[in-house]
């Protein structure tokens, strides 16, 4: 008799750089399980049916009331340092908004702890792997 054996894939998400009139990004303080404790871009999972520009602006509103225009894809990486330790592996689609309006909110308290903007130049740590890699490979102008 044959075993079954439990076959993984990767999950795709989605990642939104969002600037303010001073060139400033928005990070978020992850509370939740995955990522606690690191500084990420508001962003999420795709969902099945969706596009991946339709999940970038669902998620933006969805965690922090802004509506995001303009995107353009900045970087596709994999996250991989979770792997090991949670089992999981995302393809990860940087996305650049052009435009925002709304006033920003703490809309998700049970996976944010706060959300902030912070200067390319000075960033706080740690990271979240998949901003991490929006990031360099925005500013290495390459998408990934």
């Not at 970038?56 to 995001?68: W, Y």
């Not at 998700?108 to 000075?122: A, C, G, T, Y």
Request: aromatic residues 12%; contains cysteine.
């Amino acid at each position: 008799m044959e075993q079954s054996v439990e076959r993984k894939f990767p999950k795709i998400g989605v990642g939104v750089m969002i600037t303010n009139q001073s060139g400033q990004v928005l990070l978020g303080l992850r509370c939740s399980a995955h990522g606690r404790g690191e500084w990420s871009f508001p962003g999420g999972h795709l969902e099945f049916g969706e596009t991946i520009f339709a999940a970038a602006v669902r998620e933006a509103k969805e965690e922090t009331n802004l509506d995001i225009a303009d995107l353009r894809v900045v970087s596709v990486s994999d996250e991989l340092r979770y792997l090991v330790s949670e089992g999981k592996h995302y393809v990860v689609i940087g996305f650049k908004a052009g435009a925002y309006q709304g006033k920003l909110q703490l809309t998700e308290p049970d996976k944010w702890q706060e959300w902030s903007w912070f200067s390319l130049d000075n960033l706080p740590s740690p990271l979240f792997e998949g901003t991490e890699q929006i990031i360099n490979n925005y500013l290495a102008g390459k998408i990934y």
